[in-house]
T-cell receptor, first 115, second 113 residues
């Protein structure tokens, strides 16, 4: 079965420190990979995606993600965290041969950035 | 999340009651989706519609029906609500790019007592 794992329910970092939110996937082929962010009582907002090419993808708000094919991982990173980055983050994948655009989501990781 | 409008934003139902969640878009996208979000479970696909007049089941379709009568609107109906359907429901659209990131509405919070 195809799945996405976000092994950490919560990640805590101090403001100014680098952050990493982990994501691994089990999907056949070379899927498209996505990160979304959700602020309280809001819908999900698209952050970035990996389609092909450079393994380091840059997205909105200074976030980036590193694709590792051998480890089937797509970890979200930011060099210097802000308190305003505190939110719920979702990793998602879409099998490349699936033309329906359906996304498979991970369970989410809550990021808390301490002042 | 402009372009995707969900109504109502909040609803409380009693077990056995019925209701319809509405989703309307002004982005002219073909594909629309209904997801539910539950704590610790991420988002799970209920139904989706690739185009007007077509619908397909997702991961958790039981207890729901959908209708896509035109390109703009995709409704989700609970015929006989159950407490297990207490959740936050999101409507989403597929973008025009074939890499398919989704655009989400603001959500509808449903409580079934």
């Amino acid at each position: 079965a195809q799945s996405v794992a976000q092994p950490e329910d919560q990640v805590k970092v101090a403001e100014g420190n680098p952050l990493t939110v982990k994501c691994t996937y089990s999907v056949s082929g070379n899927p498209y990979l996505f990160w979304y962010v959700q602020y309280p009582n809001r819908g999900l907002q698209f952050l970035l995606k990996y389609i092909t090419g450079d393994n380091l993808v840059k997205g909105s708000y200074g976030f980036e993600a590193e694709f590792n094919k051998s480890q089937t991982s797509f970890h979200l990173k930011k060099p210097s965290a802000l308190v305003s980055d505190s939110a719920l983050y979702f990793c998602a994948v879409r099998p490349r041969m699936d033309s329906s655009y359906k996304l498979i989501f991970g369970s989410g990781t809550r990021l808390l950035v301490r002042p | 999340n402009a372009g995707v409008t969900q109504t109502p934003k909040f609803q409380v139902l009693k077990t056995g009651q019925s209701m319809t969640l509405q989703c309307a878009q002004d982005m002219n996208h073909n594909s629309m989706y209904w997801y539910r979000q539950d704590p610790g479970m991420g988002l799970r696909l209920i139904y989706y519609s690739a185009s007007e007049g077509t619908t397909d089941k997702g991961e958790v379709p039981n207890g729901y029906n959908v209708s896509r009568l035109n390109k703009r609107e995709f409704s989700l109906r609970l015929e006989s609500a159950a407490p297990s359907q207490t959740s936050v429901y999101f409507c989403a659209l597929a973008g025009i790019w074939n890499t398919g990131e989704l655009f989400f509405g603001e959500g509808s919070r449903l409580t079934v007592l």
